[in-house]
């Protein structure tokens, strides 16, 4: 965690990425966080740490760690961001599931953005059954393959909270709601008056 101007700890937050990760997802995800304060980390799944990763519409980042560092660790909330590929990658990552399990049952903040609920249901759904009992929302297309895995599927919303037995699960929808979507992270792990400083200077 890194300390505020005013001394006191600044929240945290992790955001698993991986090659294919969508950009829009990933970039405006953290940088609405990083603009409120939080610490926040992007952490690649991906077996090979030394490259750049290169996103779904060819964007490169350069992740601050790698999944081999972080475990044991705890943070304020656990980000996911969509791109079909990406998504994969983290479904298929075991050290990021098991994050993901310990943070969701110590009812930290889960977030999913697009594709991204998909690694939730991947990790989740067998391992702690509250994960069944969340409403959220997705990216249209990866509705289908989501259907029974959660409570429901909110097409109408661009943002979904869901807390079930003091676990939290925030879900977007895509590119388009990044903002939104980092906006209401940023209102958990502050407040809504800092949430709504932030919107009004990126004109949101």
Not at 85 to 104: F, M, P
Not at 122 to 139: M, P, S, V
């Amino acid at each position: 965690m890194c300390v505020s101007m005013s001394g006191s700890k600044a929240a945290a937050a992790l955001v698993f990425v991986a090659n294919g990760s969508e950009d829009t997802e990933v970039v405006a995800t953290v940088d609405i966080l990083r603009r409120g304060g939080i610490d926040v980390k992007l952490c690649s799944v991906e077996k090979n740490d030394k490259k750049p990763l290169i996103c779904a519409n060819n964007i490169q980042i350069l992740p601050d760690l790698h999944i081999d560092d972080v475990q044991g660790q705890q943070f304020d909330a656990i980000i996911i961001p969509g791109g079909n590929k990406g998504t994969e990658t983290i479904a298929s990552c075991k050290q990021a599931g098991a994050i993901l399990l310990d943070h969701y049952k110590t009812n930290k903040i889960v977030a999913a953005i697009c594709a991204g609920p998909l690694a939730l249901s991947t990790h989740l759904y067998d391992a702690d059954k509250n994960i069944r009992k969340h409403d959220i929302t997705c990216y249209p297309d990866v509705a289908n393959s989501l259907k029974n895995k959660f409570k429901s599927i909110n097409l109408n919303e661009r943002v979904v909270e869901s807390i079930v037995n003091n676990h939290h699960v925030i879900t977007s929808q895509g590119p388009a709601t990044a903002i939104e979507f980092g906006l209401k992270i940023l209102s958990r792990l502050t407040d809504d008056k800092k949430a709504e400083e932030i919107r009004k200077k990126v004109l949101a």
